[in-house]
């Protein structure tokens, strides 16, 4: 189907149904906008409202490809909210290892599958491929909880040839997304390594890490946790645009300063630095940290693996069609021409002069503001694995 609006011409597929089994809601598919940015206010008409992502594209791992049809009546029809759905997965492991370089951190917990913040850059996305499930929509509205991961857990770091290090959780999608509210799962997770003494490590966007200050607090003092929060921007119309359910500069930043008046070191992460849309916040972003609270911090680059290029790129020409061109120039500036470059020492922050530019400023900032890049390391001398049920009364 074509619209005009003036000279310019959009082709894109009409909405189709979510798959079957997870709801009737619709959603709207824009293909081929990079050059129709004329259409910019049409298209905008079609986005989900309050979601990241413009499509919903199938899995790369689909045997099928499905895409609705017009039905020949020319008249535009408003689009349903799409509600959020959580599916329930008995986890039969808990702890996830990963032998990645460019990682301060060998093993990850996740207590979800998808993330209802919705930020259409999240690198996360392509692991719903695994599910079958699409990394655009289906990511942010398909949500997968794992209640008894605490249990598996447990039984994990008591056995024998456990070592202890640092545990990472949030490093995939965020363990305080909404639905944790509901579903409690990271509190769980975060009473057994308390009651163990292993140290943890968490990344979040998510205001409800608030609820969990008895614990992280006393964790804290035992010098068993840090914690990383995410600011990407400090534009609140733009956040909202690009991470649409995850909470506001503003109230991420009063996060870190509730958090750091609890005891708990906190990281001001700028990440992802986006070129020519978030990057010149850079020194704003650290100071705001800063001033907060914040003792260390960090940046990325954006990163766009597998599907998340299409997606961002779609969100782009959504959002910012007159930005969309320099964007994508300097992030292929920086991987050698591609979308991304995966090598292991050059996915975090790119090369060339671009990258080295950033970098530099960071450095800068860092240092005038006497931050730290690095946190002091984390006790793992109090760890004591879980006693089984079995031996509990061996000490008698």
């Known amino acids: 189907m074509a619209r005009t609006k003036g000279d310019a011409a959009c082709h894109f597929r009409m909405p189709r149904h979510v798959k079957a089994g997870y709801g009737q809601s619709i959603v709207a598919y824009v293909h081929d906008v990079f050059y129709c940015r004329a259409m910019e206010q049409d298209l905008r008409t079609q986005l989900a409202r309050g979601r990241g992502a413009v499509s919903n594209a199938d899995s790369r791992y689909s045997t099928v490809t499905r895409h609705g049809d017009s039905d020949g009546w020319d008249r535009d029809e408003e689009q349903p ?50 599910l079958g499930l699409s990394p655009g929509l289906d990511f942010e509205t398909r949500l997968v909880a794992r209640p008894g991961i605490d249990a598996v857990l447990r039984k994990e ?76 921007t400090l534009d609140a119309d733009l956040c909202r645009r690009m991470e649409p359910r995850a909470p506001s500069p503003e109230r991420r930043l009063r996060m870190i300063e509730r958090l750091s008046a609890a005891g708990v070191p906190v990281r001001i992460m700028a990440s992802p630095m986006v070129p020519a849309l978030t990057d010149p916040e850079l020194e704003a972003i650290l100071a705001a940290g800063k001033a907060v609270g914040a003792r260390t911090a960090s940046w990325i680059m954006l990163r766009l693996p597998q599907e998340v290029s299409p997606l961002w790129q779609e969100w782009l020409a959504a959002h910012y069609p007159d930005r ?28 060339g002069s671009y990258a080295e530019m950033v970098a530099h400023r960071f450095n800068l900032a860092v240092k005038r503001l006497g931050l730290r890049t690095e946190a002091p390391p984390m006790r793992t001398d109090l760890f004591l694995p879980p006693v089984p049920p079995s031996d509990q009364l061996s000490l008698f």
């Open 157 to 232: 770091l008591g056995r024998k040839t456990y070592t202890v290090a640092p545990m990472a959780i949030g490093t995939n999608t965020d363990p305080y997304q909404p639905v944790e509210k509901e579903h409690g799962i990271m509190r769980a997770c975060l009473e057994v390594l308390a009651d163990c003494g292993h140290p943890v490590a968490i990344v979040t966007k998510g205001t409800l890490i608030e609820r969990d200050l008895d614990i992280l607090g006393a964790m804290a003092r035992r010098g068993l946790v840090r914690v990383g929060v995410s600011v990407t």
């Open 81 to 130: 909210i799409l509600r959020t759905q959580v599916s329930v997965e008995r986890p039969r492991s808990a702890i996830t290892y990963n032998r990645s370089p460019d990682l301060p951190f060998d093993r990850s917990i996740n207590p979800y599958r998808g993330c209802e913040h919705g930020c259409v850059y999240c690198f996360a996305r392509p692991t719903h491929a695994y």
């Open 324 to 351: 969309a061109g320099r964007v994508m120039s300097k992030l292929r500036e920086m991987h050698g021409g591609k979308d991304y470059d995966a090598r292991w020492g050059h996915r975090m922050r790119g090369t």
